[in-house]
């Protein structure tokens, strides 16, 4: 039996035709043991004033990345109607049963966001909300931006992150979005991306799109979540939807991973002694730390070395780690060609 074909089950509780602030729901039907006759609210905000340009702001993709969502709850009641020339759409906590539950995947059904997309209509929660982003909520906007964090396994160096589409015109949007937002170091996703992230629904849909990641470590550290504040107020003005100077920033240093296996993963499971941190330089064949097997105190420790040089774009932050673990993520410096400058 096939299922209908519905536009979306996510009814919004906001109008977005409408001029002035709202706050509402993105209202997602999944009836579970917990709500079995009712709805799992997601909160949206509303700011719209003027004919200017419509800005998509979600964080809290993953549970466990707070400095987003600290950051836009702060910056939507402290933003002012009569600053906005446009309209600004704002998901703090796109996946609020992650966020709940501090937890990376949706405790619903176990499912990642960013891995989520096209979604599916007819699908489970994520997969339901996933959609209504793509299919509804992407088509109406001039821009995006996803603010994530390394969350409890990892810690980032601040950065912005491009999609490197083959659409030049798009690409050197997503380039001109990466470097309004002023973070150190932007991160190009070529190769490398999931076709299944929200940078990769914003590219199926021909519009503008950066996503951050910010720090880690799963708690709200100041100094991300003031970078991540302060980079979408930035961009706000780069898009022209609230006035002012774009202050400018030390210029960027833009790097994409070019390869998997420069990245240092666990070779085993036991205590991970990292002798490095995020914004390190890697080069290849230095020590990076000690796998201490801690089970098996009888087995002598084994140094790890760098398989590959450039920076550390993450580092796990794990102390017990499993076979296969990321432990550094290693970036390569990568020649721009969006004339943009360095
Ligand atoms: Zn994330």
Same mark, same amino acid.
């Given at each position: 039996m096939s299922s209908p074909n519905i536009a979306s089950r996510v009814r919004a509780t %906001? /109008?977005? *035709?409408?001029?002035g602030r709202q706050v509402g729901s993105l209202v997602v039907t999944h009836s579970d043991n917990r709500q079995p006759l009712g709805h799992y609210p997601v909160p949206v905000i509303v700011m719209a004033g003027g004919k200017g340009p419509t800005v998509l702001l979600i964080g809290? %993709?993953? $549970? /466990? #990345?707070f400095e987003g969502p600290a950051a836009l709850m702060h910056m939507a009641q402290s933003l @002012?109607? !009569? #600053?906005?020339n446009g309209r600004i759409i704002i998901l703090p906590a796109l996946n609020l049963p992650a966020i709940s539950a501090s *937890? =990376? %995947? @949706?405790?619903? /059904? $176990? %499912?990642n966001m960013n891995r989520a997309f096209p979604g599916d209509a007819n699908g489970g929660p994520t997969a339901m909300l996933a959609h209504y982003i793509e299919e509804v909520l992407l088509p109406q906007c001039n821009a995006a931006i996803d603010l994530h964090a390394g969350g409890k396994a990892s810690v980032f160096v601040p950065s912005a992150l491009a999609t490197r589409v083959s659409d030049q015109s798009l690409y050197e949007k997503n380039m001109g979005l990466a470097r309004a937002f002023g973070a150190p170091v932007i991160w190009q996703l070529g190769g490398?991306? !999931?076709? =299944? *992230?929200v940078n990769a629904a914003a590219a199926r849909k021909g519009i503008p799109m950066i996503a951050a990641e910010l720090g880690g470590g799963g708690g709200c550290t100041p100094q991300d979540r003031d970078l991540a504040e302060q980079g979408v107020r930035r961009c706000l003005a780069f898009l022209g939807i609230t006035g002012g100077m774009i202050e400018t920033h030390p210029p960027p240093r833009v790097v994409s991973v070019a390869s998997a296996d420069d990245n240092l993963y666990a070779p085993a499971r036991g205590i991970f002694d990292r002798r490095f941190k995020a914004g390190d330089e890697a080069v290849a064949g230095q020590p990076a730390g000690w796998m201490h097997f801690i089970e098996e105190p009888e087995r002598p420790s084994v140094a790890l070395t760098f398989p590959g040089s450039g920076l550390v774009l993450a580092h796990g932050n794990r102390g017990m780690v499993e076979r296969g673990e990321l432990l550094a993520l290693i970036a390569g410096d990568v020649d721009t060609d969006d004339g943009g400058g360095a």
């Open positions: %906001v /109008d977005l *035709s409408l001029q809290g %993709v993953h $549970g /466990d #990345e @002012s109607l !009569d #600053e906005i *937890s =990376r %995947v @949706s405790p619903l /059904d $176990g %499912v490398y991306n !999931d076709n =299944r *992230s």
